[in-house]
Nanobody, 115 residues
Framework: QVMLVESGGGLVQAGGSLRLSCAAS????????MAWYRQTPGKARELVAR???????TYRDSVKGRFTISRDNAKNTMYLQMDSLKPEDTAVYYC?????????WGQGTQVTVSS
């Protein structure tokens, strides 16, 4: 079992920055991919960025150049540095981890960007 706890969400003005953290605990061995997803009411959850254990990163087009995903395997923690935030980035952000064939999700953290 893996537990994921997000932190760092909040309210920020457009153009501002936030840093999200996701701490993994429990049986963290063999976690391969970690990622950030986000969801707004009435819409499907969407992938924001993902990072492999080896550090390979992938971003959705709308956040490229503004968001940076990183991972500290020794601390079992993943980060999402979000810069130049836009109102359309407003969502609940979820941490995700894949361990072997099992998906794990955090409880989510709200990010609100005011115009």
């Amino acid at each position: 079992q893996v537990m994921l706890v997000e932190s760092g969400g909040g309210l920020v003005q457009a153009g501002g920055s936030l840093r999200l953290s996701c701490a993994a605990s429990g049986d963290t061995s063999f976690i391969s991919v970690m990622a950030w997803y986000r969801q707004t009411p009435g819409k499907a959850r969407e992938l924001v960025a993902r990072v492999t254990k080896g550090g390979t990163t992938t971003y959705r087009d709308s956040v490229k150049g503004r968001f940076t995903i990183s991972r500290d395997n020794a601390k079992n923690t993943m980060y999402l540095q979000m810069d130049s935030l836009k109102p359309e980035d407003t969502a609940v952000y979820y941490c995700y981890a894949l361990r072997v064939t099992t998906d794990y999700w955090g409880q989510g953290t709200q990010v609100t960007v005011s115009s």
